[in-house]
């Protein structure tokens, strides 16, 4: 069974940093591409960034392009997003997600079910 444990959330004010890791057990972490969703409260989940398995490729929403970066490191199991110029509509409860299936961005890596395995979620609380 893989289980994925979130951390690095917090309250930080508006143009600030966090980086947020998820440490991967019990499964093929290095065969699994990884992602980052986001749930504010009262909204849909919402896909933020993802990146394959071998960190070559990496994908992300238009809402955060250029300020998050993902990465991976297969050695230890986790991958990180980190955060910079964080503004209050980055905050949401996020939460990282695997899948071991192949596919494409559009038809896998962006959507919500294109995942099987997700962690509890940790919460960004921006300020303004």
């Known amino acids: 069974q893989v289980q994925l444990v979130e951390s690095g959330g917090g309250l930080v004010q508006a143009g600030g940093s966090l980086r947020l890791s998820c440490a991967a057990s019990?499964?093929?972490?290095?065969?699994?591409?990884m992602g980052w969703f986001r749930q504010a409260t009262g909204k849909e989940h919402e896909f933020v960034a993802a990146i394959t398995w071998t960190g070559t490729s990496t994908y992300y929403a238009d809402s955060v392009k250029g300020r998050f970066t993902i990465s991976r490191d297969n050695a230890k199991n986790t991958v990180y997003l980190q955060m910079n110029s964080l503004k209050p509509e980055d905050t949401a409860v996020y939460y990282c997600?695997?899948?071991?299936?192949?596919?494409?961005?559009?038809?896998?890596?962006?959507?919500?079910?294109?995942?099987?395995?997700w962690g509890q979620g940790t919460q960004v609380t921006v300020s303004s």
């Open positions: 019990g499964g093929t972490f290095r065969t699994y591409t």
């Open positions: 997600a695997g899948t071991g299936r192949g596919g494409t961005f559009y038809s896998t890596y962006m959507r919500f079910d294109g995942y099987d395995y």
